[in-house]
């Protein structure tokens, strides 16, 4: 392996520093990115998001900057996913660029929100004792109802580079905007990124969030604190050549310091460690059938299908908190921008 000797120490001190920067920042409280925790890209949902160290590079801004660094041709990716029955809607859109000198780039929009949520204030008109409830005899002014949405979103910059045949780093910088009726807050934070391929078929990957600790500033005054973060993971690809089958099963650990709580796999005092696992198994690199457990213990499971201008994904969650909320849906196009400026131009 190419340098390996002198890339040892700088890979010791990378994860040594993502693993012992995370008490520095063990204050305030975390609540501004949970809905960042939905995930992004229908594959590496139904893998249960164990993808630090194998999502698509179009998608690598979200799960693992330097993945970037794997971009070989311009590609786009859209999504939109029904959660919980259909109350939460799930969007995003993701482009990556190959660069120069080895420096790829990868941009995108995420947002979920719940729409069309009727404001009623104000709508209630009252005979008799006014004391600010629907009794007998009162009513409401249904042409008083207004409705708005109830949103959080971020945009993702994102550059990467290989540092050998075997190691690559990356960052993303992230915008944060959340509205609530009359209300709204932004903020901005930094991921840093790290992938290691120490064997031909063996992918590791660590990505530390919010490195710095990101504040969401309220118009109203109020702040916000989103916690640094660190996720590991890894994956292993095998081949059946005989089925033409490809199999990368894949195990993923995230870790905060949100305080103890429910639906953790390890509490360590301050610190909460979730654990993702996914399997993927793809036919003639042509169909390929997915299952995967996230971080809350919900199970996922996914198809999809490659074509030379891209891929059509589709994904379902169910069972912890979806089994009370609803069953969610989710379906994903990637388009090879290339290959189809190609066949447009021919």
């Keep these: 392996m190419k340098n390996f000797a002198y890339k040892k120490p700088l890979i010791f001190l990378v994860i040594l520093y993502l693993t012992a920067i995370l008490p520095v920042f063990g204050f305030g409280v975390k609540y501004g990115d949970e809905f960042l925790r939905f995930g992004t890209g229908v594959r590496e949902n139904s893998l249960g998001g164990a993808a630090v160290s194998s999502s698509e590079p179009v998608v690598g801004a979200y799960w693992n900057p330097a993945l970037v660094s794997q971009t070989k041709r311009f590609k786009a990716q859209i999504m939109h996913s029904e959660e919980f029955a259909g109350v939460v809607n799930n969007d995003h859109f993701f482009v990556n660029v190959p660069g120069k000198r080895n420096l790829n780039f990868a941009a995108g929009f995420f947002r979920t929100g719940v729409d069309n949520i009727p404001a009623t204030a104000n709508t209630l008109i009252e005979y008799g004792t006014e004391n600010g409830q629907l009794d007998s005899g009162d009513r409401i002014d249904y042409d008083k109802i207004s409705y708005f949405n109830a949103s959080e979103s971020a945009f993702f910059l994102s550059a990467a580079r290989p540092i050998s045949n075997n190691l690559a780093v990356g960052a993303t910088f992230k915008t944060i905007h959340k509205n ?114 996230d971080d809350l213990g919900s199970f996922h499971l996914g198809c999809g299908l490659k ?27 990637t388009l090879d921008i290339r290959a189809i400026q190609n066949f447009i131009t021919e």
């Excluded at 639906?263 to 399997?279: E, H, I, P, Y």
């Design 180 to 293: 609530l009726y009359e209300q709204y807050a932004w903020g901005f934070g930094l991921d840093a990124g790290i992938f290691y391929q120490p064997l031909e078929n063996l992918q590791t990957g660590a990505v530390l969030r919010n490195i710095t600790t990101t504040f969401l500033f309220w118009n109203d005054g109020e702040r916000e604190i989103i916690k640094p973060s660190l996720a590991v993971g890894g994956s292993y690809g095998m081949s059946i050549n005989s089925l033409k089958l490809k199999i990368r099963p894949m195990v993923g650990l995230d870790m905060d310091l949100e305080g103890e709580q429910n639906n953790v796999d390890l509490n360590l005092q301050t610190m909460n460690v979730r654990l993702r696992s996914g399997l993927e198994i793809v036919y003639n690199q042509l169909i390929a059938i997915r299952a995967g457990r």
């Design 307 to 333: 074509t030379p201008y891209g891929n059509l994904d589709y994904g379902f969650a169910m069972g912890q908190g979806y089994s009370d909320l609803g069953n969610s849906h989710r379906l994903g196009l």
